[in-house]
């Protein structure tokens, strides 16, 4: 029986007959998604999980970004427990209850920006983005997008439509929504500028403004653009942390045009940063936010929180069936309470710790070229050489499977980099156990 305070994994059978039986059965039945590693979970508590060939891991993928307040956070259960006891669905965009309308009174107050403010709920990020879309095309009248070069943002097919991340994820699916124009994102360590954006971010930031502006004043007309689309921090592009005024410029660009910034939260939301939203960083308030992975601690729920002045003025515009379930709100609010009680804080202090760490194996290893992020949304990209700066997502990958066969589970993300991303209950001597076995596997890798 796991507690979630364990602070080094234990191996005994990995990928054991258990495994293999569960594997098989869902490789015959389930569609072909995104499975990176054969781990097969029986029970998880916190930042530690147990499988079902009894070896004892621990979860640095949150889930993929899900799991913030840790698995099975108790006070979390005992919300779905007690709202599954009143009722399980009641159909909230039709008719009414509590605790939908108390959790979109807390989500206006957490999100920043002093106006009135409307929530939608659906049920994932991709959902949320989609709000986003009808909601700014509904209220500007206006029919074009500007997303990033390395952003996602989902792949139903408007959401697909701004993602631009992997071309895996558009193969075959064009055509995709029409109107959306890429430009690229100031990512300090590669881009297309040639811009050492750590030593010279402002000129980064004016080479990716200035080519917002050249596609204004060439190819899309600025007053026909609804809205921008931006994640603060880029996440499944690399986990790239733009220099500290983009954002302030982006803003700027956006209101001279009439452009709503819409921030993309979905995975650096709900405390990963070390506060509740990562652009509480740059000092910027967006005009809408979409929200989702970490929301309800594993509860599948969605927000686009948006100005009051541009809902949807007719019924029937825009609606779901299950978005603003009563059991995943009552599980969002009580993650809210988890993490306002010092958990959010603890991303702080934890994630500036285990930045230094992962700066060290940047510092050690020449396959380390880069060492980034804020909080507990971190990652290494991983390179031939510090000076080639080539991508090698072969050597990113055999670290990732080294590091999961001495329990250690991690995701990569961008083209070569592995993502950090444990709950925020994570402790120090978790933290220095995992970073231990990273290093183990960054040197078994180089041979």
């Not at 781990?39 to 949150?62: Q, R």
């Not at 605790?99 to 957490?110: S, T």
């Amino acid at each position: 029986m796991i507690t979630g305070n364990e602070i080094k994994p234990k191996i005994v059978n990995l990928v054991g007959e258990n495994a293999k039986e569960v594997i098989s059965k869902d490789e015959k039945y389930i569609a072909t998604t995104t499975k990176a590693l054969p781990a097969v979970v029986k029970e998880a508590k916190g930042v530690v999980f147990e499988d079902v060939d009894g070896n004892i891991l621990f979860d640095f993928t949150s889930g993929v970004g899900v799991v913030n307040t840790g698995h099975s956070h108790p006070k979390v259960v005992e919300a779905i427990k007690k709202q599954a006891e009143r009722f399980l669905h009641f159909a909230g965009t039709d008719y009414y209850y509590d605790v939908e309308a108390e959790l979109a009174r807390k989500l206006v107050e957490l999100t920043p920006g002093n106006f009135d403010k409307k929530v939608y709920y659906g049920n994932s990020g991709a959902e949320a983005v989609e709000a986003a879309i009808k909601m700014a095309k509904w209220s500007t009248g206006r029919k074009f997008f500007m997303a990033f070069i390395g952003a996602f943002h989902g792949r139903t097919m408007g959401a697909l439509s701004l993602t631009a991340s992997k071309p895996v994820h558009k193969q075959r699916f064009f055509p995709w929504m029409p109107g959306v124009v890429h430009v690229p994102y100031p990512n300090p360590y590669r881009n297309p500028f040639g811009i050492d954006g750590y030593e010279e971010p402002d000129e980064l930031v004016n080479a990716v403004i200035n080519y917002m502006e050249y596609v204004f004043s060439h190819y899309v007309p600025a007053d026909e653009v609804a809205a921008i689309f931006v994640e603060s921090i880029q996440g499944e592009g690399g986990y790239i942390v733009p220099p500290k005024n983009f954002l302030k410029e982006l803003y700027k660009l956006a209101n001279e045009h009439g452009i709503l910034l819409i921030d993309d939260e979905i995975q650096s939301g709900f405390g990963r940063t070390g506060k509740w939203w990562a652009i509480e960083h740059f000092g910027v308030t967006p005009h809408a936010i979409t929200m989702a992975k970490a929301m309800a601690s594993g509860i599948p729920i969605s927000a686009c929180v948006y100005p009051a002045e541009n809902d949807f003025k007719v019924k029937g515009a825009h609606s779901t069936t299950f978005g603003g379930n009563p059991v995943a709100c009552a599980a969002s609010l009580a993650t809210i309470e988890v993490l306002s009680n010092g958990v959010i804080e603890n991303a702080a202090k934890q994630g500036e710790y285990m930045g230094k760490r992962l700066k060290e194996l940047e510092e050690k290893y020449e396959i380390v070229g880069d060492a980034r992020g804020i909080g507990l949304m971190q990652a290494t990209e991983i390179v031939k050489s510090k000076e080639s700066k080539e991508i090698d997502p072969k050597a990113r990958d055999e670290i990732v499977e080294r590091a999961f066969k001495k329990g250690l589970l991690l995701l990569g993300c961008g083209e070569s980099a592995i993502r950090y991303i444990p709950p925020l209950v994570v402790t120090r001597e978790q933290i220095d156990s995992a970073m231990d076995i990273l290093e183990e596997a960054i040197k078994e890798t180089m041979g």
